[in-house]
Structures are given as C-alpha cells and as structure tokens.
C-alpha cells in the first residue's frame, strides 16, 4: 500500500544549474521517489516519496553522497520566536557579507597583481628589482604569493568544484577551479624552470620563461566570477521583494486586553480568542471578527483593494490590513501561521520555489553541459598544441572554453522569472498556487464563468417598484412590502427589506405570519391580509391577475429578473422585481478577455431567461443555463477534448468539481477563505480584471523566460566556439580574463532580464470601468467637546445633497463622510454648524 508523502528538504553546497540538475537527478534515482524539484535561488527541494518505499534519511544521505548538505526543512527551525523568513533572511545576509569581503579582498590583490604582471606593458614603472631578466623571478615570486592569496581567498570554488568532480556531478566551480587551477600549475611550472635558469646564469631563458606566466589569469579569474556572483547575488535578492514585503506587513506588536486590563504583547503571543483593540492607524495582528466598535479598513497590501472598506459588528478582519479610522475591539480567530498573510506568504513562497514544465529543457541541458565543456576544453587544447606545437596557445584556448561556459544562465532562466512573476501577482492580490500553474494561464483560449457571485454580486437587489393600487403611495407599499419580509430569511425578503431601509426604518407589526416554503409568504398588517410570491402563488391563494400584471412580469423574466407580487384582500397591490445584479467591472472585462483573443462562456443554475438576458448584456460568446455542479464539469471536459485551453472562473466551493477540471481553475473573490485546495489561483477581490491581469502576467513571465533561456543557449553556442579559437583565422581570440567576464555578465543579464517584471502594470478597474464616484473623505474638525456636537454635526453633513453615509469619532475629532460631492461643501456646511475644520 502506497503512502504519498509531500517533504521540503533545505540544500547547501550548490553554485550553478549543473549543482541544482546533479542534486535531482540523485534523489530521482532513488527507487519510491515520485516526484522532487529543486530550487537554486532558495537552496530548497521539494519531493514527494512513498513512506514505505524510501525515508527521508535515504534522500538525504543521496544528496550528501554527491557533495552536498541536506536536511528536512523543519529541523531548521529552533526554539526561537524568530519566525522562519527571519532566519532565511539572516543567513542571507550573512552569506551576502562573506561574498562582499571576497570580492573586496581579491579586488585589492588584483589591482597590484595586474600592474607588477601587464603595468610595463602599458609604460607604467615598476621598481628596479622587478625589471629586467635577472630580477624578473623577483616579480615572479611576488605574483605567486598574491595569486596565491587570492586562490585561498576563493577557495570554494576549488573545494565545491573538485568535490563534484571526485563525486563524478561536476559542476560550475568545477570549470572555474580548473580554468584556475590549469593557469596556476602552468605558472608555477614556468617559474620552476625561471629559478632554475636564474641559478645557472641562464638570466635570458629565465627572462623567456616570465612571459609563460598566468599567475595573474589565474587570479583575475577567480576575481570576476565572484564579482558575477556577488552582483548576482544583488540581483536575486531584489527577486523577492514582494514576499518580503508582505513578510514584513504583520505588526510587531499588539494592545490585548486580558484580565480587563489592556496590554501590550508581542504578536507571537497572541492567543485564539484574544481580545484585540484597534485604534486608528493600527496594523491588525491577527484574523478575526470585530465585537464593538467601527472603523475604516485599508486592506489594499492583502487584497489590492485601493478604497478603505467600512466595517462593524460581526465583520471579519484580516492580519496586516490597517484601519484608517474608527476604534474597535475584535476577538482574534486566526493567529501566528494560521492567518490570512501567513498562507499567502507560504503560497507565494512555494509557487516560487516550484517548477515550471518550461524549465525542464534547461535542467536536461544542465545535467550534461559540465561534462561537455570539460571535453570541450580538454579537445582544444589537443588541437591546438597540435596545430601550433605551442603549451601555451593549447592552455590559453582551454582555460577560455573553461570559464566562458556558463551553466547558471541555463539554470536562472526559470526560476528567477517565476519567483518575481509569483511575487508580483500577490502584491496586485492574485495568488499563484505553482509554476505549472502560472505557464498554463498563458495559454487559455477559453474562460468559463460561473455566473452567481463572479459575473454578477452573487445578493439579489430591488430594480424596480411598480405600484397597482391608487389607495395607497408607493412609500405606504414598500413599508407594508418591507413589515411582511422581514418576518422571513430569505435572501429575496433581505433584498426588499434594505431597500426600504434607505429611506426609513420603521416597520409594521406582522401577525399570524406564515411562510410557504418555495412559493411565498402572508400575514396580517393592520388587521390585513397581505400575501407575498411568485404568480403560482397567487392563484393558489385565489388572487385575480390582470393581463396588465402578467405581462409586466413575463417582461421582468425575460430580463432576467424575478418578480414578487404583493396582493391584499385578493388584489394585486404592487409589484417588485429584484436581480443579481451584474458586476460593473463583468461589462468591460468581458470585453478585455475578447480582446485578448479568448472566449468567454458562462455555466449556470439559473434559467435560460436569466442567463440569456446576461450574455446578452456582457457580450458573452456562449452561455448555458439549468446546469448542475457535474454538468460544468463536463461541459469543461468537452472543451477540453476540442483542445481548447480551459481556466474556470469561480467562488471555490460549488464549484470545485469544474475547477478541478479545468486547466486553471481561478477562485474569485474568496477573500479570507483563500481556497487555495481548490483552485490554481485565488483572487483577493471580487473582480473580473484580477483574472485578466493573471493571464496577462503569465504571458509576461513566460515571454521572459523564453528570452532567458534564449540568451543563455544563444551565449553558450557562440561564446564557447569564439573561446576555442573558431575566429583565430580573422585574428580572433578570447583570453581566460574576458571569458570569465562575460560568463559572470551573462548570468547577471539573465537575472536583470527578470527583474523587469516587476515593472508589470495590471488594468486598474478606474480606467475601464465607469463606477459610482463615491469618494470617502476624513474631515478633521476642532470644537467638538460632547455627543451633541457630533450628533449636530452629523446632521448637517446629512442634509448635504449625494452624502451617503457618516461616521462621527469625538475621541479622534473627526467626520469621515461618503459621498459624491465637492470637499469645499462638506467644510463650509461644518463651519456654519459653528465649528472649524483643519485638516
């Protein structure tokens, strides 16, 4: 019996794409090894085993066989509060000090290296004692003794490359050193024989043998590759900026009340069930629901929403969102690794830590490319010597194919433009559960939609109140409408009760209420019977309906709305129709994925009245109605057999079936449930541009990675003739200095390359979408000094014409006011009021 388990190693000791493909293909070879990727920029591995076939001790010891460190992720971790980015961060920046003292070191051996070794050659002077040929094993000795520091400086590249050779998985340090190591064994055999001559008197042999020197190759080589490495190193650490942003959203610190006293803890204490204050300007620390209080939330860093969202009682907050204005308390639900951040920093983390299918043409060249250039470079230099009798032209051509080549531009080419692309789309509130995942949205030629909740709100809202009756006004009828619906849960009931609730909120005593399940409602008002429901409902009841009323409710069907009729003492009194009504960003995104050259279809439970009224108003190419969760599915499975590249857009839960099958199953608007089991991706808001942005996004990161692993193969296949001596007929050759250059400026190009992602500008719904032009301002008012003054306040702000809402705070002095008018109104209205607005 199989046992699949899912293990997160960390690896040391790899330097390049042949270290990353060398590390894989050992733990592959293992026998119950399903799957396993690994990552160089993050130095992790990823493998899924079965637990009765191989343990993690076996993989382990497979990596440690070839030359490298493993160990199961957790065992990283100590007893510290000291969260495990911390520690990653920590180790980072170590490793970045030990690089930049490297290259600092070597950089200023160098400069005197090169000017004893070239300086005469460009005119510059040198102290009598290191010219001439019997002084030159002087200057000889002095390059030995610098070359040789900056080796030992360096020495890694000759411990890790030597390794990998001894344990038959050479690597890049494994060129570097015998590029190095070839220069220095040459050099130090010319100045054997230089002493050698020198003892003998022999001063113009010994002369000969100083210009056979490559103390300085030797050096300047091991020089430049670490300078690569460490802008390299600059350059990848920029690839997560995004996550460490979001790292470091979540306070430090929070103010819990505990024993009735409020106390200021570290987050990492936070319990469940803790009770949180928030003041203005607070960063929430946990997830949770508010218990008093209101205020203003900022959620744009979690969910990319630009406008602060309002909220109270019962309203559910998220950690690291700030609250603008307002005080309330709220009981924490989610704390430390459970919360809301905490899985989108572990989601982005693996997603960039993850492979995609496009690298693997990369990680098959890697497994071979050292052994190849090694070759290459030991068949060089036998045609040269060959062709010119001359060691020296046979080692110069060698050692240049050594460190020219460079398997790392191989090996970034992916990885570095996922980690950014993942990194990116979290920060516009998109979360990438893989890198397959992010390739395959590249490819969608088909969206299909759900309709309740993607397309449209998901809550059903009045349209229209059309009155039957002279004896009553239309406010008399909604208020009625309104007292008999609230007696009932249903979702249409709510519907018709918020919307009498925006212009009045007193209701009528209902009596002898009774709900008929699927048809409608009835009860007493005023010593009246009024009943409420669909037109079966009414002749049931012996309702008498009017041409006129049936008519204006087959008109209400076939725009997709529902109409609920209101008859007291047997006549029809009134009408209301109510829909879902449809997104204002569904209208132009259906539009932009059009655009984009893809199809837009819509699934969905509701009639074919409905749906086909929505395609109609979207411009959906297909829609589908009166199907049930499995018929999505198959319908996708249809698609699918066409081969159409499928994504699903929908709400994660009732539609998991479908977002399962498709290539890409898109949850939107899921919020803090964050479905990251069902689907491939999770949008934070409830907005069809999210979606578009992905498949956007993912175009780019892919016609990036194309253009890395362009150039890299691009480079290798001309950059490895040209230091063999290809062009030698034209005059042509690459030293061992400029072939370690351009080796450490290609892996730096490709990493440059991939940070221009992070330049990727989204569609922002303001520019495409004409939405209402709610503005929320927050006016600071002086003069303040009890509830009257707010409560007068308040109601002078309300009588201004397009204010929709007010939220009064004596204890900050503020008026925060929703509205669609001029800021100037709202100031000179407080003014009048009698007091003074400063800010």
């Known amino acids: 019996m199989f046992r699949i388990v899912k293990q997160k190693f960390s690896v040391t000791g790899m330097t390049c794409a042949a270290c990353q493909a060398n590390v894989l293909n050992s733990v592959q070879k293992l026998e119950g090894v399903i799957d396993a990727s690994v990552n160089l920029i ?22 440690v066989a070839i030359g490298y460190g493993a160990a199961v992720y957790s065992e990283q971790s ?38 004893i070794a070239m300086g005469h050659m460009i005119g510059l002077p040198l102290p009598w004692f290191l010219r001439g040929d019997r002084y030159c094993v002087y200057a000889a000795v002095i390059q030995l003794v610098i070359a040789l520091s900056v080796m030992i400086i360096n020495r890694k590249f000759f411990i890790s490359g030597f390794r990998g050779i001894v344990k038959r998985a050479p690597n ?12 220095f064994l040459y050099s130090l055999f010319s100045l054997c024989m230089m002493i050698y001559n020198t003892t003998n008197g022999n001063y113009a042999v010994a002369g000969g043998y100083y210009h056979h020197l490559y103390f300085e190759s030797a050096a300047m080589i091991l020089a430049l590759v670490t300078v690569g490495k460490f802008l390299e190193a600059r350059s990848k650490a920029k690839t997560t900026d995004s996550l460490e942003k979001l790292v470091n959203l979540a306070p430090k610190t929070a103010l819990v009340v505990r024993d009735g006293k409020e106390l200021t803890v570290s987050a990492e204490e936070i319990a469940v069930g803790d009770i949180i204050v928030i003041r203005p300007g607070d960063t929430i620390p946990a997830d949770g629901v508010i218990v008093e209080g209101r205020g203003f939330i900022n959620q744009s860093a979690v969910t990319g929403e630009s406008l602060p969202v309002e909220k109270g009682i019962d309203d559910t907050v998220i950690c690291a969102t700030q ?44 497994g071979i490319f050292v052994p190849i250039v090694m070759l290459i470079a030991i068949i060089t230099a036998a045609i040269w010597f060959l062709i010119s009798g001359s060691a020296e032209a046979a080692l110069t051509h060698a050692v240049s194919v050594l460190v020219i080549s460079c398997p790392c531009a191989l090996g970034l080419a992916t990885p570095v433009a996922i980690m950014v692309g993942t990194g990116k789309a979290a920060r516009m509130g998109i979360l990438v559960h893989s890198a397959e995942s992010l390739e395959r949205l590249h490819s969608i030629d088909t ?89 079966s409902f009414m002749k049931e009841s012996g309702v008498k309906l009017s041409i006129i009323s049936k008519g204006l409710v087959d008109n209400f069907s076939k725009k997709g709305k529902t109409a609920l009729l209101f008859a007291q003492d047997g006549v029809v009194i009134g009408v209301i129709a109510l829909s879902d009504k449809i997104r204002e960003s569904s209208f132009d995104g259906v539009s932009l994925l059009k655009q984009l050259n893809i199809k837009t279809v819509m699934l969905t439970g509701d009639n074919s009245a409905v749906a086909q009224s929505v395609k109609n108003e979207l411009g959906i190419d297909d829609a589908v109605a009166e199907v049930m969760p499995a018929d999505k ?37 899921a919020g803090t449930d964050i479905a990251i089991e069902t689907a491939d991706v999770v949008l934070m808001k409830n907005s069809i541009y999210d979606a578009i942005n992905a498949i956007k996004l993912s175009r780019a990161v892919i016609k990036n990675i194309k253009m890395n692993l362009f150039w890299a193969f691009f480079y290798n296949t001309i950059g490895i003739p040209v230091a063999a001596g290809a062009l030698a007929f034209l005059g042509i050759h690459l030293s061992p200095m400029l072939g370690s250059a351009a080796m450490s400026l290609s892996s730096l190009f490709v990493v440059t390359n991939a940070l221009r992602l992070r330049r990727f500008k989204g569609i922002e719904p303001e520019n495409n979408v004409k939405e209402e032009n709610n503005m929320k301002t927050v006016l600071k008012i002086e003069g303040m000094a009890c509830g009257h003054c707010t409560a007068r306040v308040e109601k002078a702000l309300y009588e201004v014409e397009g204010v929709k809402s007010v939220l009064m705070s004596l204890e900050d002095g503020t ?10 109104v709202l100031v000179k209205v407080v003014e009048d009021a009698g007091y003074k607005v400063v800010g």
């Open 447 to 535: 969206v299909v939609f759900d309709k309740t909740g993607t397309l449209t709100e998901g809550t059903p809202v009045v349209t229209d109140v059309v009155l039957y009756s002279k004896s009553i006004t239309k406010d008399e009828f909604l208020k009625r409408a309104a007292s008999l619906e609230s007696a009932s849960t249903h979702p249409y009931a709510l519907a018709v009760v918020n919307e009498y609730k925006k212009s009045a909120s007193d209701f009528y005593e209902v009596m002898d209420f009774e709900n008929i399940s699927g048809r409608g409602i009835k009860g007493k008002i005023l010593n009246e019977e009024i009943i409420a429901g669909n037109v």
């Open 323 to 366: 609250n603008i204005n307002g005080f309330f308390k709220f009981k924490a639900l989610k704390v430390g690794s459970d919360t809301t951040l905490s899985q989108i920093i572990r989601l982005v983390d693996d997603a960039g830590n993850s492979k995609a299918p496009i690298a693997r043409i990369a990680d098959k060249v890697s």
């Open 633 to 669: 599915e198959a319908y996708i499975r249809n698609l699918q057999s066409k081969g159409h590249h499928v994504a699903m857009l929908g709400d994660g839960i009732n539609d998991a079936p479908a977002l399962a099958r498709a290539d890409v199953g898109i949850a939107i608007g």
């Open 42 to 63: 993050s130095g992790s591995m990823t493998v899924d085993f079965d637990e009765n076939t191989v343990n993690t001790d076996e993989i382990i010891n497979a990596v």
């Open 172 to 183: 890049m340090d494994s060129l570097v050193a015998m590029g190095s190591a070839a220069s």
């Open 815 to 824: 008026a925060t006011v929703e509205c669609e008018c001029d800021r100037e």
């Open 78 to 115: 100590d007893s510290s509060s000291k969260s495990e980015w911390d520690k990653r961060r920590e180790k980072t920046i170590a490793a970045d000090k030990a690089l930049k003292k490297r290259v600092i070191l070597s950089l200023c051996l160098l400069i005197p290296l090169m000017y």
